[in-house]
């Protein structure tokens, strides 16, 4: 039953990191346009590979043998976590402006022969990178680097949930 944990503890940190962040946004903007087996197929192969990696990198980190290397990672990890997260409660600008942008990027990816879904899979991958939930996917390899494919696999359910 111990194996549950990561997982469900990937999920609802991820989910709650992910409220008002920048891929929500994204995928709310691509579903007025596409049918949602598209979206969803497009956001959990983009999810895969970006929590993926920060899981697989947290996991590399994890397996040095210096506890005091890892304290200072996991801190520094949750630190950036947490700044970001004020950093986003405090920020008041005005995104009219943008939001008028990304219709006209939405109409320029739309007219491209590549399929939808590889488009959505490669933005909401390089979204993620550096993003807070990669922060939080990052951290959590380091914490728990021996259940690898549970917490991907609760990062991608919570993408899929959205």
């Known amino acids: 039953m111990d194996f549950f944990y990561p997982f469900f503890l990937a999920f609802f940190l991820i989910f709650l990191s992910e409220l008002g962040d920048k891929t929500q946004i994204l995928v709310l903007s691509l579903s007025s346009k596409l049918k949602s087996f598209r979206i969803l197929l497009g956001v959990g192969l983009g999810s895969f590979f970006s929590h993926g990696i920060a899981i697989l990198f947290g996991s590399a980190i994890a397996n040095f043998e210096n506890p005091l290397l890892h304290l200072l990672l996991q801190f520094a990890t949750y630190l950036s976590f947490l700044f970001f997260g004020i950093i986003t409660l405090l920020q008041?600008?005005?995104?009219?402006?943008?939001?008028?942008?990304?219709?006209?990027?939405l109409s320029q990816i739309s007219s491209l022969p590549i399929g939808y879904i590889l488009i959505i899979a490669f933005s909401i991958a390089i979204g993620e990178i550096g993003d807070k939930t990669f922060l939080a996917s990052l951290g959590l390899g380091i914490s728990y680097p021996s259940f690898k494919l549970l917490l991907v696999l609760g990062a991608v359910f919570r993408n899929d949930c959205k």
Request: without cysteine.
């Open 92 to 105: 008041k600008d005005d995104d009219s402006h943008n939001a008028s942008h990304k219709k006209g990027l």
